[in-house]
C-alpha cells in the first residue's frame, strides 16, 4: 500500500520560514515527479510546486522566489522550503505522487495534509 505523510506545518510570523517534508513508502520510487498542493478554506487546490523524476521544477508564481522545492531518492522524501511566508500562503498542504510525471491534474497519490499558518 502506498502512503504518504506530510510533516512541519505549524504557525509562524509573517517573514519567517517553514519547512514541509513528505514520506513516500510502498511502491514510490524515484520515477514518480512528486508535486506539493496546497488549499485555504473557501479556495480552489492549487499546485505549489511540482518536481520531476530528473529534478525540473514547477511553482506557481505567488511563491516563485520564496518556495523551494528539492527531493532526497535515497529517503524517498520531498521538502518544501518556505521562506519570506505571508499570510496568504495560510492553507492546508498535501503532497502529492505520479508515475506519469507532472500533469495539469494530480496523481492519486496524496498525504493526509498539514497545515501552515502565517499570522501575527
Known amino acids: 500500500q502506498v502512503q504518504l505523510v506530510e510533516s512541519g506545518g505549524g504557525l509562524v510570523q509573517p517573514g519567517g520560514s517553514l519547512r514541509l517534508s513528505c514520506a513516500a513508502s510502498g511502491s514510490i520510487d524515484r520515477t514518480y515527479a512528486r508535486a506539493w498542493y496546497r488549499q485555504a478554506p473557501g479556495k480552489q487546490r492549487e499546485l505549489v510546486a511540482g518536481?520531476?523524476?530528473?529534478?525540473?521544477?514547477k511553482y506557481v508564481d505567488s511563491v516563485k522566489g520564496r518556495f523551494t522545492i528539492s527531493r532526497d531518492n535515497a529517503k524517498s522524501t520531498v521538502y518544501l522550503q518556505m521562506n519570506s511566508l505571508k499570510p496568504e500562503d495560510t492553507a492546508v498542504y498535501y503532497c502529492?505522487?505520479?508515475?506519469?510525471?507532472?500533469?495539469?491534474?494530480?496523481?492519486?497519490?496524496w498525504g493526509q495534509g498539514t497545515q501552515v499558518t502565517v499570522s501575527s
Open positions: 518536481i520531476t523524476s530528473d529534478g525540473s521544477t
Open positions: 502529492n505522487a505520479d508515475p506519469q510525471g507532472l500533469r495539469s491534474s494530480p496523481g492519486r497519490h
